[in-house]
């Protein structure tokens, strides 16, 4: 089942999981920050730019592990990954903003 944003509680544990299942054209105006495992270089990746790399139909949970360090000599796969529906310095409505994927190590 995958829904659509409308089906994306406000708040709560299923929160992540049903936006991980929302096919990426759902989300047009939306981007993400991913963060490179290897370099820790910031990348935003507007979603829209996804759409017309892979069609409207795939989910999140199936584009967030294809996505990599965008410097060429790193291409690592990011270890933490955030859903916004805005840049935090604009205004508009609520920010919304989302932790996808924590890969990074526990602190010691």
């Not at 509680?9 to 759902?26: D, F, V, W």
């Not at 069609?55 to 000599?73: D, E, K, N, V, Y």
């Not at 840049?87 to 932790?99: C, M, N, T």
Request: one cysteine or more; a positive charge; hydrophobic letters at 40%.
């Amino acid at each position: 089942m995958t829904g659509t944003l409308a089906d994306v509680p406000a708040y709560g544990p299923k929160r992540r999981e049903r936006l991980l299942r929302l096919p990426i054209g759902e989300l047009g105006g939306w981007h993400m920050v991913a963060v490179c495992g290897t370099c820790r270089q910031e990348r935003i990746v507007h979603i829209s730019d996804l759409v017309l790399r892979y069609g409207p139909g795939p989910t999140l949970a199936q584009i967030a592990p294809r996505l990599r360090c965008a410097h060429q000599q790193c291409r690592q796969p990011a270890i933490k990954l955030r859903l916004r529906n805005r840049f935090p310095v604009h205004p508009g409505p609520a920010l919304i903003d989302v932790v996808l994927i924590d890969r990074r190590p526990a602190p010691r």
